[in-house]
Antibody
């Protein structure tokens, strides 16, 4: 069964750091591009960032609100994705989901979408 | 960055109704557009990718169309389990922003 399980959420103070993990199973993690998406309480979905597979360069992209504070990384030997969050702000309070950013070739073009999601882990930033 | 705008923000409909949700991109994204469904307390679920391709296992009453900047998600005959929030997302260029969501409620 294809599965993603996030962990590491909790209550932290503004300015603190926290690292989330996402354990993958049921697919070849090393070949997968992966993403983080968050959802603040009562709000919509917000794309946080994405990391490519190492064979595709392993590069990352981030949303503007988290760029320079958050870092996405991966350990393919452990089938695990990470989100390191520094200088946390109250507005970072959210449920954080990891997802697989899957690419499908259609008519010669590659289309990406998030087809597998974890259940999410909650991060609360409050003094 | 490409901004995604959905309309309406909320919609009331009855079982059996045909409903359409619109998503507009701030610039052309060709057909790099995905649709997701989210129910309260659950992770999103992929419905449509590449603007009109139905994800495996998704009922055929869901369909997507559009290209360039204007897209639609249509549910041909609403079922009780379709009452949820729907999001569009562009996969053309990072950041891969979502629309603000459309909450579909029972009338």
């Amino acid at each position: 069964e294809v599965q993603l399980v996030e962990s590491g959420g909790g209550l932290v103070k503004p300015g603190d750091s926290l690292t989330l993990s996402c354990a993958a199973s049921g697919f070849t993690f090393s070949n997968a591009w992966m993403s983080w998406v968050r959802q603040a309480p009562g709000k919509g979905l917000e794309w946080v960032g994405r990391i490519k597979s190492k064979t595709d360069g392993g590069t990352t992209d981030y949303a503007a609100p988290v760029k320079d504070r958050f870092t996405i990384s991966r350990d393919d030997s452990k089938d695990t994705l990470y989100l390191q969050m520094n200088s946390l702000k109250t507005e970072d309070t959210a449920v954080y989901y990891c997802s697989r950013w899957f690419g499908e070739l259609l008519s010669g073009y590659k289309y990406y979408y998030m087809d597998v999601w974890g259940k999410g882990t909650t991060v609360t930033v409050s003094s | 960055d490409i901004q995604m705008t959905q309309s309406p923000s909320s919609l009331s409909a009855s079982v059996g109704d045909r409903v359409t949700i619109t998503c507009r991109a701030s610039q052309s994204i060709k057909n790099y557009l995905n649709w997701y469904q989210q129910k309260p307390g659950k992770a999103p679920k992929l419905l449509i990718y590449a603007a009109s391709s139905l994800q495996s296992g998704v009922p055929s009453r869901f369909s997507g169309s559009g290209s360039g900047t204007d897209f639609t998600l249509t549910v041909s005959s609403l079922q009780p389990e379709d009452f949820a929030t729907y999001y569009c997302q562009q996969s053309y260029n990072p950041p891969h922003n979502f629309g603000q969501g459309t909450k579909l409620e029972i009338k």
